[in-house]
């Protein structure tokens, strides 16, 4: 790649839905992965550059459109990510209990607009739908022993509610083999280590799996190993002793996919799963779950989903592929519409780490300033914020800055003070904008 140029007199005014900034690293990442949100700190620096301005509660589609932008700036990127997650469209996804696990995500680590969720924790089994990161996540918060979450960004009313949880037993369910689960070594370890829980694996998932990790790639190969070895070599005599010892449990089940969330007697409430038994057909990556027409039922309280997710169309304007779920482009330029970029999980569809998407923004960003040299952006001087401002305040919109957010930093870490925690995140909109003193 040619060395990276930036661009001395590059104006970047950034507008966000939330109040606050940094997204998915305040609102995805969990709470006891702290060094995760080191990122925090770059962006940070990034805002405090007297040529980039942050404007929160800011809604682009609703407050001001997309053309509105293209008119105001030489060039508009979108990375607004994917915000729905995939439903199961499965009969009884609508009972209490069932919940996405995104959804869940956002209560735990203080989403303003999950706040109300409060899932119901008095079952002793709950069942969480897809073997990805964000699955071992919400398995991992569910299982961890709530003192673990003390000093935590958890919300304390989060914690509350795990502190009167019942659920002992939390099962990982994928519709395809140990060859093709999605998440990765470092959370399967923590899995895998979490104090006062022991893993359950069925040694006969694993048959003649020894000799068919010989092929794949090494970061699947290493899984597999410790995939294999936690569910067939006997423990040594610590391991043995703390299993024994383990109050709750977490285990994997395989080939096994969702059919319908079964009711309780007074069919209020969600009481247990229906899987169909799939069988795999084609190898690798590339293997398709088929069923094999056997079903088995699953006793559970709490469903939660966690089966992917998916953009939305942000502006009637900007071409969208429901299909696929993301803006077509190439690179980074939005199909037929000049001065127009996008960038992360809208651009190329929800998948990748932090890294991943750091690296593609910086993609499209070289895109966007290639163009510029090229003379492919509009020439002439372009208003920028300054319209975008008048017509914000003529909707009774009122953005939230980067120095506004950063009062509402100071309280949220002072109040976090008191606790031990590094910070008690706000979660009423009304009482920032008090704090804030509007």
Known sequence: MEDKVGHTRARVDIYEKQFVPFGLVRFGVAPDHPEVKNVINTFTQTARSDRCAFHGNVVVGRDVTVPELREAYHAVVLSYGAEDNQALEIPGEELPGVFSARAFVGWYNGLPEKRELVPDLSCDTAVILGQGNVALDVARILLTPPEHLEKTDITEASLGVLRQSQVKTVWIVGRRGPLQVAFTIKEL?????????????????????????????RPRKRL??????TATEKPGVEEAARQALASR????????????????????????IRLAITRLEGVGEAAR???????????????????????RPIDPSVPFDPKLGVIPNMEGRVV?????????WVKRGPTGVITTT????????????????AGL?????????????????????????????E???????????GAGKPREKLLDPQEMLRLLGR
């Open 189 to 217: 370890r923590e899995m895998i280590q979490l104090p006062g829980t022991r893993p359950i694996l069925d040694p006969a998932d694993f048959l003649g799996l020894q000799d068919r990790i010989k092929e794949v790639p």
């Open 224 to 229: 597999t190993e410790l995939l294999l070895r």
């Open 249 to 272: 449990a977490w285990g994997l089940r395989f080939f096994r996919s969702p059919l319908q969330v079964l009711p309780s007697p007074d069919g209020r409430r969600a009481a247990g």
């Open 289 to 311: 779950a088929v069923p094999t027409g056997d079903m088995e039922d699953l006793p559970c309280g709490l469903v939660l989903s966690s089966v992917g997710y998916k953009s």
């Open 336 to 344: 037929d519409v000049p001065g127009l970029y996008c960038s992360g």
């Open 358 to 373: 750091m690296t593609d923004s910086f993609l499209t960003s070289q895109t966007l300033l290639q163009d510029l040299e």
């Open 377 to 405: 952006l509009p020439s002439g001087p372009r208003p920028g914020y300054s319209a975008i401002k008048a017509l914000l305040s003529s909707r009774g919109v009122r953005p939230i800055s980067f120095s506004d957010w």
């Open 407 to 417: 009062k509402l930093d100071a309280e949220e870490m002072s109040r976090g003070q």
